[in-house]
């Protein structure tokens, strides 16, 4: 632990971001089974609505430096063609 008066504030600082980092990671994860599920069920209309709740929350994860913006692309393609190959 730290002693300093300032190292000491910015730990509380780092927690409370960690927290709120990983309460929008776990959302994203969640929105992303969803989506998993209305593939695999072949819920093309619902999935097309996911596929774009998704790609809005790792675009803002990614503006935020929660997580790295080609990863956040990566993602968004990887969903994207598994769409396109369920429309055909």
Request: proline letters at 2%; aromatic letters at 2%; charged letters at 40%.
């Amino acid at each position: 632990m730290p002693v300093i008066k300032s190292a000491i504030k910015q730990l509380r600082k780092n927690v409370k971001a960690r927290e709120k980092n990983a309460l929008e990671r776990r959302e994203v994860k969640k929105s992303m089974k969803m989506l998993e599920k209305y593939l695999k069920d072949k819920k093309y209309e619902e999935a097309k609505k996911q596929v774009a709740i998704v790609a809005s929350q790792l675009d803002r994860m990614a503006k935020k430096n929660i997580i790295h913006p080609n990863k956040a692309a990566r993602k968004k393609s990887q969903m994207m063609k598994k769409i396109n190959t369920l429309g055909k």
